[in-house]
Each structure stands twice: as structure tokens, then as C-alpha cells.
């Protein structure tokens, strides 16, 4: 089947600014897709080109197969927009942002209120259907957003930043409602700075630095090309010490990255890395093993992490 967005060589400019510099990517339906990244990376202005909200400077988009240059309307009328923002009206209720949220779309108003009332057993807040949205807190505010963003049953749903600011608790109640929804067949193009998220939610995702691509796959694959098996992190309040055990690794033939607050070994072999250090009669005021994750592999490829 065709891809349900296409884009070849995209670009967008805000006068001398390259936010996102001839990129090329494809989504195929029913898949969930994800632009990770820092902040500034370029993910957001690639979202608002795919939700018509911003025109394409340069290159090629089809979404649904048409053009945003032509068909905006016809394809923002299939989308669903979670933005970085929740932009819901705070003086009316839960259940009424969503009933005039769907009138947008002219669906009958029955067709609304049964759609409402669904939406808000899945978000698990049918309970505070009639409080006003004002006091709700950040995860319920948020979980209405999405809610809104499903009304007219979208055949892509963009979800831009969708968990930031949340806690554990209410971010891993939306992975397992954007879960669900990747089940029911919906496509979902996600943008995220959260490494974990990605790897929970997206069959395939691209990193972004700098408004380029730098590379491509699915999570799995990106960890087994870019980076190792396993990570030890090692922290030492002791600069003689560190600077000491340092030599002694890298010698050993393994890759290094000295971060300000920690040291990162790349290794297959974590045990080794630790009985290595321990024989230099060095001990670090922490020691970590843990498997590597798509943050390893953009601090590889980039020489930073996703936070800076």
C-alpha cells in the first residue's frame, strides 16, 4: 500500500532559520511513527506541515495522498491533533469541550454525545464529566486533550510532546491508551524527547539533530547498529580517581563518553567493565549497568544527549 504520508526533500524556513532541512520519510498505515529529538531538533515545525497549519517552504508532503498546498481542508477534516499545548476551554465542562469540539466537524449532535460519552470512559474520566476543566489536574487535562483530538475519528492522530510534564503515574496510563488505539488500527505519528516513550509506542521512528535525520529504524535496530549491548555508568566525586580508571578502559578498546555528571562505557560485557575497574583499586561513588537505550544512541551519533 502507498504510505499514508509521504515526505521527500521536505523543508521548512522561517526567513534565514532552517527548522527542518530536505528530509526524507514515509508512514505507513496503521503504524506508529516518531521524530525524537531535543528540543529545537525541528520535530514540532515537521508536525505543523503535516497538520496544514504551516505551509512546506520547500520539497514534497502528501498526507492521505493529497497535497497541503491544495487539500488542507479535506485533510485536516481526517486528523487528530494533540499539541504541545492544551488549548481547552477552562470555563466549560469536560463533557461540553467535547460536544463543541465535534461540532467543528458537523456531526450530528447525537453522533457527538455518543462519541463523548465513549471517549471519556476510555480517558477514565467519565467521572468528572460535568466538572469544569479549570481545576482538572495536568494528567486530566491532558487526557481530555486527546479525548477532543479523537471525536471525529481520525485515520492519523498527531501527537506532539503528548506526555511532557506529566508523571510517571499518568504517562504510562496514555502509553497504554495510545496502545490500545494502535491496536484498533489508528496511525499515529508521535513526537517525543523521551527515549522511553519512543521505544514503548513507535514501530519506526527517525532521530532528528538540527533539523536533519540522523538516522533511521526501528528502536531495536538502532540500538544493535549504533551502540552496544549494555551501558555502565560510573560517577566519581574524585577527579584524580577518575582520571585515573579512564586510560585503562579506553586501552581496553572500549568507547568512552565523559559527561559532566557521569561516565558512560559502552561495553558487551558490563561484568568486565567492572572487575577492570575494580583492579585499579579504583572505586567510583556509583556504578550502573544497564542495557543501552535510543539516548545512548543519539549521544553517539551527536556528541550530546536529548536534554541539552
Same mark, same amino acid.
Given at each position: 500500500?502507498?504510505?499514508?504520508?509521504?515526505?521527500?526533500?521536505?523543508?521548512?524556513?522561517? &526567513? &534565514? %532559520?532552517?527548522?527542518?532541512? #530536505?528530509?526524507?520519510?514515509?508512514?505507513?498505515?496503521?503504524?506508529?511513527?516518531?521524530?525524537? @529529538?531535543?528540543? @529545537?531538533?525541528?520535530?514540532?515545525?515537521?508536525?505543523?506541515?503535516?497538520?496544514?497549519?504551516?505551509?512546506?517552504?520547500?520539497?514534497?508532503?502528501?498526507? *492521505?495522498?493529497? &497535497?497541503? =498546498?491544495?487539500?488542507?481542508?479535506?485533510?485536516?477534516?481526517?486528523?487528530?491533533?494533540?499539541?504541545?499545548?492544551?488549548?481547552?476551554?477552562?470555563?466549560?465542562?469536560?463533557?461540553?469541550?467535547?460536544?463543541?469540539?465535534?461540532? /467543528? *466537524?458537523?456531526?450530528?449532535?447525537?453522533?457527538?454525545?455518543?462519541?463523548?460519552?465513549?471517549?471519556?470512559?476510555?480517558?477514565? $474520566?467519565?467521572?468528572?464529566?460535568?466538572?469544569?476543566?479549570?481545576?482538572?489536574?495536568?494528567?486530566?487535562?491532558?487526557?481530555?486533550?486527546?479525548? =477532543?483530538?479523537?471525536?471525529?475519528?481520525?485515520?492519523? $492522530?498527531?501527537? &506532539?510532546?503528548?506526555?511532557?510534564?506529566?508523571?510517571?503515574?499518568? =504517562?504510562?496510563?496514555?502509553?497504554? =491508551?495510545?496502545?490500545?488505539?494502535?491496536?484498533?488500527?489508528? !496511525?499515529?505519528?508521535?513526537?517525543?524527547? /523521551?527515549?522511553?516513550?519512543?521505544?514503548? $509506542?513507535?514501530?519506526?521512528?527517525?532521530?532528528?539533530?538540527?533539523?536533519?535525520?540522523?538516522?533511521?529504524?526501528?528502536?531495536?535496530?538502532?540500538?544493535?547498529? /549504533?551502540?552496544?549491548?549494555?551501558?555502565?555508568?560510573?560517577?566519581? %566525586?574524585?577527579?584524580? #580517581?577518575?582520571?585515573?580508571?579512564?586510560?585503562?578502559?579506553?586501552?581496553?578498546?572500549?568507547?568512552?563518553? #565523559?559527561?559532566?555528571?557521569?561516565? $558512560?562505557?559502552? !561495553?558487551?560485557?558490563?561484568?568486565?567493565?567492572?572487575?577492570?575497574?575494580?583492579?585499579?583499586?579504583?572505586?567510583?561513588?556509583?556504578? /550502573?549497568?544497564?542495557?543501552?537505550?535510543?539516548?545512548?544512541?543519539?549521544?553517539?551519533?551527536?556528541?550530546?544527549?536529548?536534554?541539552?
Amino acid at each position: 500500500m502507498p504510505p499514508l504520508i509521504e515526505g521527500r526533500r521536505l523543508t521548512k524556513r522561517f &526567513d &534565514d %532559520f532552517v527548522a527542518v532541512d #530536505a528530509i526524507d520519510f514515509s508512514v505507513a498505515e496503521g503504524e506508529c511513527f516518531g521524530f525524537l @529529538g531535543p528540543n @529545537g531538533a525541528g520535530k514540532t515545525s515537521t508536525m505543523r506541515m503535516i497538520g496544514c497549519v504551516s505551509p512546506v517552504t520547500d520539497g514534497e508532503l502528501r498526507v *492521505f495522498g493529497l &497535497d497541503p =498546498r491544495d487539500d488542507g481542508p479535506s485533510i485536516r477534516s481526517r486528523l487528530g491533533v494533540v499539541p504541545q499545548e492544551d488549548s481547552l476551554d477552562t470555563e466549560l465542562t469536560v463533557f461540553d469541550n467535547l460536544v463543541i469540539y465535534g461540532r /467543528y *466537524f458537523d456531526l450530528p449532535r447525537a453522533v457527538i454525545r455518543e462519541r463523548a460519552e465513549e471517549l471519556l470512559a476510555f480517558m477514565q $474520566l467519565s467521572d468528572r464529566r460535568n466538572d469544569r476543566v479549570d481545576p482538572l489536574s495536568g494528567g486530566m487535562k491532558r487526557r481530555l486533550t486527546i479525548a =477532543r483530538a479523537l471525536v471525529n475519528q481520525p485515520d492519523l $492522530l498527531l501527537l &506532539d510532546e503528548p506526555t511532557t510534564g506529566l508523571d510517571p503515574q499518568a =504517562r504510562h496510563l496514555l502509553w497504554e =491508551r495510545f496502545y490500545q488505539l494502535k491496536r484498533q488500527g489508528v !496511525t499515529t505519528v508521535l513526537t517525543t524527547h /523521551y527515549m522511553e516513550e519512543a521505544e514503548q $509506542l513507535c514501530d519506526r521512528l527517525v532521530i532528528m539533530d538540527g533539523g536533519h535525520i540522523v538516522a533511521e529504524g526501528s528502536p531495536r535496530e538502532l540500538v544493535a547498529k /549504533y551502540s552496544t549491548r549494555e551501558v555502565v555508568e560510573l560517577r566519581f %566525586f574524585d577527579g584524580d #580517581a577518575r582520571d585515573k580508571v579512564l586510560p585503562r578502559i579506553t586501552d581496553a578498546g572500549h568507547r568512552v563518553e #565523559a559527561l559532566p555528571d557521569r561516565v $558512560l562505557v559502552y !561495553t558487551d560485557d558490563g561484568d568486565a567493565i567492572s572487575a577492570l575497574v575494580a583492579n585499579d583499586g579504583v572505586e567510583p561513588d556509583s556504578m /550502573y549497568q544497564r542495557r543501552s537505550t535510543l539516548e545512548d544512541v543519539f549521544l553517539i551519533l551527536t556528541g550530546r544527549t536529548l536534554e541539552d
